[in-house]
Each structure stands twice: as structure tokens, then as C-alpha cells.
């Protein structure tokens, strides 16, 4: 286990530094210096708020890469793997209808899909109006996403067309990627941007005193035409923090011209997002909350849903989510709860100031 932990260790300090090697937004260099003095990436500069909430509060991404990614040991590499963990909640949710996987260019039949088995397979379920999302089975913000589908006489990829032959080679391209159904999501979500799949992602904790599930963090994430079929907000979607209480997007922003804005509506679709009410969301959060009770062994997971007119899908999940969508209106270390987890399994290990001003101040 020790040499599991450490393995794990290793893996997310590999991110940590790749992350580094790629930043998405360009500050100074003594700007850039500071933040990683602290642990935290370059792009956390643009992304968190430190003025309004100060730099302590904030959990950091060496915290997140090197320490929370061995909070689920033995079980992150089940939960990160996109087609494992689809048929791991086969029973216990609503889950994509997965009809193949590529494996080294070659279409391969999944479970109850033996006639998946080909390109030609492939385009004529296209043919026959079914709208399908290929994505790898490892993968984060939004990567290596990209959907398919067939109309007027046309196969398109994420929107733009493409020929038979093209889509023949593109399969043939790919490698460890699942092919599944496009989730149709609700009508209130299709009101803000109908281009994407926009996605709840809701971070759930395994409190170590009670063995009870809570959910300490939630956002809805909204995409734009050029980010489709993907919601990523580093594409240019907005995303609003949600009470986790009362399923209310009470703040958003989005990213403009390198730089975090605070929004109040969709800026292509003009659509309401502060203020929005998620339809059911006591419903909702009772049932994911159930759900992380049911693998209340893995105590850190992060859920991508997407809610529906009837219920909601699980689209994927993973272990040590990307915290920027969380901590970007508001630090996890705001929250006493939130702190004692990662205060229990070693995630956290300074002295934070009193946050009772901060969250007064939020509050008012």
C-alpha cells in the first residue's frame, strides 16, 4: 500500500509539473514565481479570487496533486477510467448507453452491442438519428472529447462535417476511446446553450466521524457554440456556483481574454444563469448523495451529471478532480467540514487564520 501511495504521489506531481509546462493563461514571471512558492499553478492566478478571500483558504494544487490524490488508494485508477467506472455504476445509476470502445483502431462490441463491432456499424447507427460522444477512457477538462452525428445526407464531428473516409481514418486513429450515447439533458439546460452537454459536477466527502456522505462543493458548467460538444468553461462556458442547500446558482464567471469575469447571464444566449433554480435539485441531491453512500469506501469523488427532464445521468467520475471549477468563486477551506476532511487524511496540514469574518462578510 505504502508503494501504491507513493506511485500516486509520484503520477499527480507528474500532472502537477505537466500543468506547468502548458499554462493556459499568460502572467508575469514574479507573478508566476509566487504562485508556485505557495503550490499552486500559474493558471490559479487568473482563476481564484485571492483578494476578495485570501491565498489560505484556498486548497492548493501541489495539496491536490501530491496529498488528495491518495485519498481513494486502490481505487483511483478504477474511478478515473471512464468505461470502468460507467460499468461500475450499472445498477446503481443512470448511465450512458455505452455501444463500443476503440482499442488500437478497431471498434470492439460492449455488453449488449455484439453488432457494434465496425466503422459501418458505427455510421449506420448515425444514419439511423442516433447522436453518439467518443472520449477516452482517461482523460480531464473536457479532452479528447468529441461527438458524431448524421443529417441531410452529412456525418458531422463536434458540428463540422466530415466524410466517410475521414471518419474511417479518424477511428482508425484513436485508441482506449469509448463510444456512447449523447445524454439528452433538460429543457432548462437547453435554454442556456443547447450546442452542449452542460454538466453538474458535484464534489461529494465521506465525513470520517459519522461514515456519512455531504456534499462540500457544487457547480454547473454551461458550454458555448466553440467549446461544444464539450461544457469546458477554459473554452470560453460559464460556470455558476450552486448552494448545495437550495440548488440556486448564486455566482458565475466565465474567461475572457484571460481574465475571470463574474457574469449574471449566457453571453451568446443572453439565458439567465445567477439566480437560476435547478429544477428537483432535493431530489437530485438526495440521490447522489445515496449514490456516494452506496461507495462510501472511495471517500473523495467528484460526479459530472447531467440532470433531465425525468432523473439525471452519471456521466463520469473521478478521484482528484481538477479544483479550480470549485474554488473559483469561493475556497474549499471556507467550510469546517471541508477542512476536517482533508485535515483527516493528510491533505492539509498549515494553520488556517479564522474564516467566521470572511464568511460573514460573505453572507451579508
Not at 2 to 29: D, H, I, W
Not at 144 to 164: A, C, M, N, Q, W
Not at 256 to 270: D, F, I, L, N, Y
Amino acid at each position: 500500500m505504502k508503494l501504491k501511495k507513493s506511485l500516486l504521489t509520484f503520477s499527480g506531481l507528474v500532472r502537477y509539473y505537466g500543468r506547468e509546462r502548458n499554462p493556459k493563461f499568460k502572467v508575469s514571471l514574479l507573478q508566476r514565481l509566487r504562485m508556485w512558492r505557495r503550490g499552486f499553478c500559474t493558471d490559479s492566478a487568473v482563476y481564484y479570487d485571492f483578494e476578495a478571500f485570501g491565498r489560505p483558504f484556498f486548497l492548493t494544487e501541489y495539496e491536490m496533486y501530491a496529498r488528495a490524490i491518495r485519498i481513494n488508494t486502490g481505487y483511483t485508477e478504477v474511478m478515473n477510467n471512464k468505461l470502468v467506472f460507467n460499468d461500475l455504476l450499472e445498477g446503481l445509476a443512470r448511465t450512458a448507453t455505452v455501444y463500443g470502445y476503440v482499442e488500437k483502431g478497431k471498434i470492439r462490441p460492449h455488453r449488449g452491442y455484439p453488432e457494434f463491432c465496425s466503422s459501418d456499424a458505427l455510421m449506420q447507427l448515425l444514419r439511423e438519428g442516433q447522436l453518439l460522444l467518443c472520449k477516452a477512457f482517461v482523460g480531464s477538462r473536457g479532452q479528447g472529447v468529441f461527438s458524431l452525428s448524421y443529417r441531410d445526407g452529412h456525418y458531422y464531428k463536434s458540428g463540422e462535417t466530415i466524410t466517410p473516409e475521414e471518419l474511417e481514418t479518424l477511428i482508425q486513429s484513436l485508441d482506449q476511446y469509448m463510444i456512447c450515447d449523447f445524454i439528452e439533458q433538460a429543457d432548462y439546460s437547453n435554454e442556456v446553450c443547447a450546442h452542449t452537454g452542460n454538466t453538474i459536477k458535484v464534489l461529494t466527502m465521506i465525513d470520517p466521524e459519522t461514515n456519512e456522505a455531504f456534499i462540500a462543493a457544487a457547480a454547473h458548467r454551461f458550454g458555448t457554440t466553440k467549446s461544444q460538444p464539450v461544457d469546458a468553461y477554459g473554452e470560453g462556458g460559464v460556470c455558476g456556483v450552486i448552494d448545495p442547500e437550495t440548488g440556486v446558482i448564486y455566482d458565475a464567471f466565465r474567461i475572457a481574454e484571460g481574465k475571470r469575469v463574474k457574469v449574471t447571464h449566457h453571453h451568446e444566449t443572453k439565458a439567465p444563469i445567477v439566480g437560476l433554480q435547478i429544477p428537483r435539485w432535493s431530489e437530485f441531491r438526495e440521490e447522489v448523495l445515496a449514490l456516494a453512500n452506496k461507495l462510501s469506501y472511495v471517500k473523495y469523488i467528484a460526479w459530472d451529471t447531467i440532470l433531465q427532464n425525468d432523473g439525471f445521468t452519471v456521466v463520469e467520475g473521478n478521484t482528484n478532480s481538477n479544483i479550480a471549477i470549485f474554488q473559483a468563486l469561493k475556497p474549499l477551506l471556507l467550510e469546517e467540514r471541508n477542512r476536517a476532511f482533508y485535515r483527516h487524511h493528510g491533505v492539509l496540514r498549515r494553520k488556517l487564520p479564522d474564516s467566521s469574518e470572511i464568511q460573514e462578510r460573505e453572507h451579508s
